[in-house]
C-alpha cells in the first residue's frame, strides 16, 4: 500500500519537474523576449540636472544649449530669455 503510494509521490515529482522543465523552455529559445533582471535603471545612463528646474533626467532626453542640460525645449527658452 505505501509503495503505491510513493509511486504516486514519484510520478507527480517527475511529471512536475517536466512540467516546469517545458515552462522554461521557450523564453530562452524566443529572442526579444523581455529577461527579468536585465534592465538596470540608471545605471549605464549618464544623468543630467535640468538648468531651470532641477529635474533630473537622461542626458539623451535633454536638451543641449551653451553646455547647459535643459529638461525640455520650452525650459530652455525661458532659461534662455531671463537668464539668473
Ligand atoms: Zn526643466
Known sequence: MSRLL???VVVAVVF???KSYRKRLPKEGVPGEEMP???????????VRCVHCGVHLPKRE?????GKY???EAHRRIH???PE
Open 6 to 8: 510513493l509511486i504516486v
Open 16 to 18: 512536475w519537474l517536466f
Open 37 to 47: 533582471g536585465e534592465e538596470m535603471p540608471g545605471q549605464a545612463e549618464d544623468m
Open 62 to 66: 535633454s536638451v543641449l544649449a551653451g
Open 70 to 72: 535643459y529638461c525640455s
Open 80 to 82: 534662455v530669455d531671463k
